[in-house]
T-cell receptor, first 116, second 112 residues
Framework: ETGVTQTPRHLVMGMTNKKSLKCEQH?????MYWYKQSAKKPLELMFV???????ENNSVPSRFSPECPNSSHLFLHLHTLQPEDSALYLC???????????????FGPGTRLTVL | GQQVMQIPQYQHVQEGEDFTTYCNSS?????IQWYKQRPGGHPVFLIQ?????EVKKQKRLTFQFGEAKKNSSLHITATQTTDVGTYFC????????????FGKGTKLSVKP
């Protein structure tokens, strides 16, 4: 266990559904991340939050909406997804950004998302 | 934009053989991290390199950071079946925000 939990672990949803992925870290970190991992692209950084402020949004479609209510919790709200959004969604946390660098990231187990 | 090329994409070795994966950045990095992801698992941090020319060892794993801080390598001596997985490099470079880029990973398989 890395101290980062994600729920649900598996999710199947239709294109018209609205669902949310949850990430929680118990490590006292202040930076949290969402990644997408698929067969086509082994790893894609989606969003970064540093002290609850979004610091990176790597051209992610608006059908993905992140929320970081506090430093321990991170959500990814999903709506009107496409089948190509099916992937493993990984959450990670780290100590806050240190200047121009990032600290070691601790990853959660991921949510396996299937969009029908 | 800036990017990191990681090679090879796949590597199949016989148990006991050595293995090396390389990351080459288009820009100078402030530091680089290496992660390992086992099949069906999630990435796990291995090491961070910060200094130009830095070399670090963890048992059979040797990590290097190039003098120009644009290249890095991970070398495994005498691979074992437990080394199976995908190895990723994460690079960080400057700018007003400080940015994270990473390689596409090298998938290692080890034949017993």
């Amino acid at each position: 266990e890395t101290g980062v939990t994600q729920t649900p672990r598996h999710l199947v949803m239709g294109m018209t559904n609205k669902k949310s992925l949850k990430c929680e870290q118990h490590l006292g970190h202040n930076a949290m991340y969402w990644y997408k991992q698929s067969a086509k692209k082994p790893l894609e950084l989606m969003f970064v939050y540093n002290f609850k402020e979004q610091t990176e949004n790597n051209s992610v479609p608006s059908r993905f909406s992140p929320e970081c209510p506090n430093s321990s919790h991170l959500f990814l709200h999903l709506h009107t997804l496409q089948p190509e959004d099916s992937a493993l969604y990984l959450c990670a946390s780290s100590l806050a950004r240190a200047g121009l660098s990032y600290n070691e990231q601790f990853f959660g187990p991921g949510t396996r998302l299937t969009v029908l | 934009g800036q990017q990191v090329m990681q090679i090879p994409q796949y590597q199949h070795v016989q148990e006991g053989e050595d293995f090396t994966t390389y990351c080459n950045s288009s820009t100078t990095l402030s530091n680089i991290q290496w992660y390992k992801q086992r099949p069906g698992g999630h990435p796990v941090f291995l090491i961070q390199l910060v200094k130009s020319g830095e070399v670090k060892k963890q048992k059979r794993l040797t990590f290097q950071f190039g003098e120009a801080k644009k290249n890095s390598s991970l070398h495994i001596t005498a691979t074992q079946t437990t080394d199976v997985g995908t190895y990723f490099c994460f690079g960080f470079y400057g700018g007003s925000q400080g940015n994270l880029i990473f390689g596409k990973g090298t998938k290692l398989s080890v034949k017993p």
